[in-house]
C-alpha cells in the first residue's frame, strides 16, 4: 500500500496539514493509506508515542462526513464494532479515525485455510443481527424513487456508455416498468436498517472481531439488503452451497414472530429480488466509475457482477422479460472473478 506524503502544492493537502497541527503538533506529515470510490482519501498518521491514527478526508461540498459521524453513533450503541472517532471538523471534512490496520476480509482469505474463511463469512452475517436492530429513527428511506435511480445506471451508463448501445422507446417502456416492478416488490419486504455496502472490502480484520466501515450511507431498507451485499460480494464468488447455508444463518437470528410471517423460503426470494436491483446498480456503477471517473480497475468485476445478476434473475420467473432485455449486454472485459 502506498505510503506516499503529501504534496504541499495541494489546496487540500494544506488544509490537512493545519488540522493535523493542530490538534498533533508533534506529529509528522501524515501519508496516503488509501481512497475509495469517492472523492474520499484516507492519511495515517504516526504519533510520537508510536501509535498511529487514520485521517479521513472528505472534501465538502460532494463528501459530508455528518452521516458518517451519525451512523457511527447509532451503531456504536446497537453493538457493533466500529472505527472510534477522536477528532473532527464537520466543516472542513476531516476526522481522525481509530487505525484500524490494512486487512480487510477480502485480503485476510487469502493464505488462511477454507474452513477459517467461512467461519469468518459466518461471523460477517452473525453481525448482521446487530445491524438489523440500530436505530432508524429518520434515517432516509431506500424507496421508490431512489431504487429506481439506482438501477438506471444500469442503462445511463452501462448500456449506453459502457455499451455505447442506448435503448431505443420500446426497450426503454420495456425497462420502466419492469424496474418499477422491482421497486414495488422491495417495498414489500420487512424493513430496517440498512449498512448499504457490506460486503469484503468494508469488513476490516482484527484479531478477534470484524470491524464495519464505510457505513454513511445507510438508509431504512430491505432486510435482506447487506446479507445481498456480503454473500453476492462483486469481488468474491461464494460456493452456492456455503451461501444457502449462510442465508438459513442469517433468517435464524431474526426475530421469532417475524420469522413466523416471514418464512425461509420466502426470504430467500426476497434475496434474489435484492440482488437484481443492487446488481443492476453495481454494474451502473463501475461503468460510471471507469467512464467518467477514469477508475478502470472496477471493470475487472463486472464479468463476476453480472454472473449474480443472471444467477437471481434464473431464480425469479416474473423478471424474464428483463433477463431477454439485457441478454446481449454481457461485459466485454473478462477478469477475475473471485
Known amino acids: 500500500m502506498s505510503q506516499r506524503s503529501p504534496n504541499t502544492a495541494d489546496e487540500r493537502t494544506l488544509a490537512l496539514l493545519v488540522f493535523v497541527r493542530s490538534h498533533f503538533p508533534d506529529a509528522p506529515p501524515p501519508a496516503i493509506a488509501s481512497s475509495d470510490a469517492s472523492a474520499r482519501r484516507y492519511w495515517r498518521l504516526r504519533l510520537t508515542n508510536g501509535d498511529t491514527r487514520i485521517i479521513m478526508d472528505a472534501p465538502p461540498p460532494g463528501e459530508d462526513i455528518r452521516p458518517f459521524i451519525e451512523m ?11 472505527p472510534n472517532i477522536f477528532e473532527r471538523d464537520t466543516g472542513q471534512g476531516f476526522l481522525v479515525l481509530e487505525d484500524l490496520g490494512d486487512c480487510t476480509f477480502f485480503q485476510w482469505r487469502h493464505g488462511h485455510s477454507i474452513d ?6 459466518e461471523e460477517a452475517v452473525r453481525l448482521l443481527a446487530p445491524v438489523a ?7 432516509p428511506r431506500f424507496d421508490t424513487a431512489t431504487l429506481n435511480r439506482e438501477m438506471d445506471l444500469f442503462v445511463d451508463w452501462y448500456s449506453a456508455q459502457y455499451h455505447d448501445t442506448p435503448f431505443n422507446a420500446e426497450q426503454t417502456a420495456r425497462w420502466q416498468r419492469l424496474r418499477d416492478e422491482i421497486s414495488a416488490r422491495l417495498q414489500t419486504m420487512p424493513q430496517g436498517f ?10 476490516m480484520v482484527q484479531d478477534d472481531r ?25 469481488y468474491i464468488d461464494w460456493p452456492e452451497e456455503l451461501v444457502s447455508k449462510l442465508q438459513a444463518v442469517f433468517w435464524q437470528q431474526c426475530p421469532p414472530d417475524l420469522r413466523e410471517i416471514w418464512p425461509l423460503e420466502q426470504m ?5 429480488w ?14 460510471r466509475l471507469s467512464i467518467r471517473d477514469v477508475k478502470h480497475g472496477y471493470l475487472k468485476d463486472l464479468p463476476l457482477t453480472w454472473k449474480h445478476l443472471h444467477k437471481a434473475l434464473a431464480q425469479l420467473p416474473e423478471l424474464s422479460g ?8 454481457g461485459p466485454k472485459d473478462q477478469g477475475r472473478t473471485g
Not at 116 to 121: F, H, P, T
Not at 198 to 203: E, G
Not at 276 to 287: D, E, N, P
Open 268 to 272: 430467500r426470494n426476497d434475496f434474489a
Open 194 to 203: 440498512v449498512h448499504r455496502d457490506y460486503h469484503s472490502r468494508n469488513l
Open 274 to 287: 435484492v440482488a437484481v436491483q443492487r446488481h443492476l446498480k453495481v454494474l451502473g456503477i463501475f461503468a
Open 133 to 139: 436492530q440500530t436505530q432508524t429513527a429518520d434515517l
Open 210 to 234: 470484524l470491524v464495519a466501515i464505510d457505513f454513511q450511507d445507510a438508509v431504512r431498507g430491505p432486510r435482506p439488503y447487506d446479507l445481498v451485499s456480503l454473500l453476492r460480494d462483486s
Open 322 to 329: 428483463l433477463a431477454e432485455l439485457i441478454a446481449p449486454l
Open 72 to 82: 457511527q453513533e447509532r451503531l456504536t450503541v446497537a453493538g457493533v464494532a466500529v
Open 116 to 121: 477459517a474463511v467461512n467461519a469468518r463469512l
